[in-house]
């Protein structure tokens, strides 16, 4: 059980141009769903924190109107990075939580370059 | 916010031999400690947790201590094997931020034969 996906898992797209991904929780329903980047060989770093129904809590620095997210249902959040430029590029992993416990389930992860 | 430190960067062990990752949290507050092993490209994988009620847990080879008067936690692993090599990562969390895992830095663990 506690199963995440992510999709893509890998897209390239040229500068200038929005990307979607998407993030849902296959076998539960999750309250809360967050939003990670990470550099190659560094830690992840929490973008911004998303309930179903409800705006989305970026963390500090992030920029709210280049990385939209939409929690619409209790099983889907998306992250739409808009203009995407070439320092853009990273891994972005989603997690959800259950609400029940701590644990946060950790998708797959999407690479996403820009070129 | 909270801030959270982990030691060594790298790490190398010869097989069988014991790994020892520590980390230490800024938050008083923080009551939720687990450990993620993540492989390159692959997902963070949760190996243990513990809570701030509890000094100690163990699952076969892997263990966490928690000092909660000096905030720090730190993850042992025994009888390392070279599967055991990934990145391995400390974070922390509490309640009431919709439990938000702050991330330490990162400990590239190998084992060598």
């Known amino acids: 059980g506690a199963v995440v996906s992510q999709h893509p898992s890998r897209v390239i797209c040229k500068s200038g141009t929005s990307v979607k991904i998407e993030c849902r929780s296959l076998?539960?329903?999750?309250?809360?769903m967050f939003w990670y980047r990470q550099f190659p060989k560094q830690s992840l770093m929490l973008m911004a924190t998303?309930?179903?129904?409800?705006?989305?809590?970026?963390e500090q620095g992030v920029e709210k109107d280049k990385f939209l997210i939409n929690h619409a249902s209790l099983t889907l959040s998306t992250l739409t990075v808009t203009s995407a430029h070439p320092e853009d590029s990273s891994f972005y992993i989603c997690?959800?939580?259950?609400?029940?416990?701590?644990?946060?389930?950790f998708g797959p992860g999407t690479r996403l370059t820009v070129t | 916010g909270e801030n959270v430190e982990q030691h060594p960067s790298t790490l190398s062990v010869q097989e069988g031999d014991s790994a020892v990752i520590k980390c230490t949290y800024s938050d008083s507050a923080s009551n939720y400690f687990p450990w993620y092993k993540q492989e390159l490209g692959k997902r963070p994988q949760l190996i243990i947790d513990?809570?701030?009620?509890?000094g100690e847990k163990k699952d076969q080879r892997i263990a966490v201590t928690l000092n909660k008067t000096a905030k720090h936690f730190s993850l042992h692993i025994t009888e390392t094997q070279p599967e055991d090599s990934a990145v391995y990562f400390c974070?922390?969390?509490?309640?009431?931020?919709?439990?938000?895992?702050?991330f330490g830095t990162g400990t590239r663990l190998q084992v060598t034969l």
């Open positions: 076998d539960f329903q999750a309250t809360t």
């Open positions: 997690s959800a939580r259950t609400g029940v416990t701590y644990e946060q389930y």
């Open positions: 974070a922390a969390s509490k309640a009431g931020t919709a439990s938000k895992l702050t």
């Open positions: 998303s309930n179903e129904g409800s705006k989305a809590t970026y």
């Open positions: 513990i809570r701030s009620n509890v």
